[in-house]
């Protein structure tokens, strides 16, 4: 948890934006109606429009829906995800990896496995996280 202007900051929430901030993106670029979304999902256009405008909180669940219905494949939701996974990562762990470049791969896995029980897509995003830094060396 980081402390912003005297508020507690989540890396779920980073995760969280990122995920939408994408989402929401790509809908702009493809010119998707908020309406076409709806008719697809089953969810209230308010909500759909709520939620990609930030004031409201969404699942991941949530998000597949909406990606499902632009329409994204399952490997460009991944995607998606995998990013948004890296993104938290970062947020996390960022001063971390600038204070102490000594970190082997193992250690840094170790290091976010004690944060939480992770999924094994989860440490595939850790390794991917790794992997990009160049730290695995």
Request: hydrophobic share 40%; net charge neutral; proline share 1%.
């Amino acid at each position: 948890i980081i402390i912003y202007k005297n508020m507690y900051i989540n890396s779920k929430l980073v995760r969280t934006w990122y995920i939408w901030k994408t989402i929401k993106k790509i809908i702009e670029e493809k010119w998707i109606t908020l309406t076409s979304i709806e008719a697809k999902v089953k969810i209230a256009q308010p909500t759909i429009s709520n939620t990609l405008n930030g004031k409201r909180s969404a699942s991941d669940e949530f998000f597949r829906k909406i990606a499902k219905a632009i329409p994204l494949t399952e490997k460009e939701i991944d995607e998606i995800f995998m990013n948004a996974d890296i993104e938290e990562l970062k947020y996390k762990y960022w001063e971390d990896f600038l204070t102490r470049k000594e970190y082997s791969f193992e250690e840094l896995l170790e290091m976010v496995r004690e944060q939480k029980n992770l999924t094994a897509e989860e440490l595939q995003a850790v390794r991917k996280f790794i992997e990009f830094t160049g730290w695995e060396k």
